[in-house]
């Protein structure tokens, strides 16, 4: 008589989901930075420290690029120009072409978002 097998459950030896995503996250991110946020950009969903994207917010005074708000907010990757200085950072512009085309604001904003609204981030950005 030949002896049949039990299935094991998913969880019989191996780790729990939860702690195979953070160490996926510890191989990504160099040692140095763990300490820091990590946040996902909304254009090319790649995770990076906080202090390599930029924050627009929306709130009742309207949309604020990379300044100190509150409300809901959307992370893009930062595009640094070649001297390297943080406050002359604009937003890439192939990540905010790519957010604006999956409407990835209105999903991180859990509302609907206008013409005019896009308009005066691109406007933002070119500005800067």
């Known amino acids: 008589m030949a ?3 039990v299935p094991l459950s998913p969880r019989c030896g191996s780790t729990p989901r939860s702690r195979r995503k953070r160490r996926a996250i510890r191989r990504l991110v160099p040692a140095i930075d763990r300490h820091h946020p ?3 950009c909304i254009g090319c969903r790649q995770r990076r420290p906080a202090s390599e994207l930029v924050r627009i917010t929306r709130s009742a005074d309207g949309i604020v690029v990379d300044g100190p708000s509150s409300g ?3 992370w893009l990757c930062r595009a640094v120009d070649g001297s390297g200085d943080a406050e002359l950072a604009t937003i890439e512009s192939s990540c ?3 957010a604006i ?3 990835q604001f209105a999903r991180a ?3 609907t978002i206008g013409r005019d609204e896009l308009d005066a981030i691109r406007t933002t950005n070119n500005t800067r």
């Open 3 to 5: 002896a049949t097998t």
């Open 109 to 111: 904003w859990r509302t």
């Open 38 to 40: 990590v946040r996902s």
């Open 101 to 103: 085309r999956r409407s």
């Open 72 to 74: 809901r907010g959307a």
């Open 96 to 98: 905010l072409d790519e």
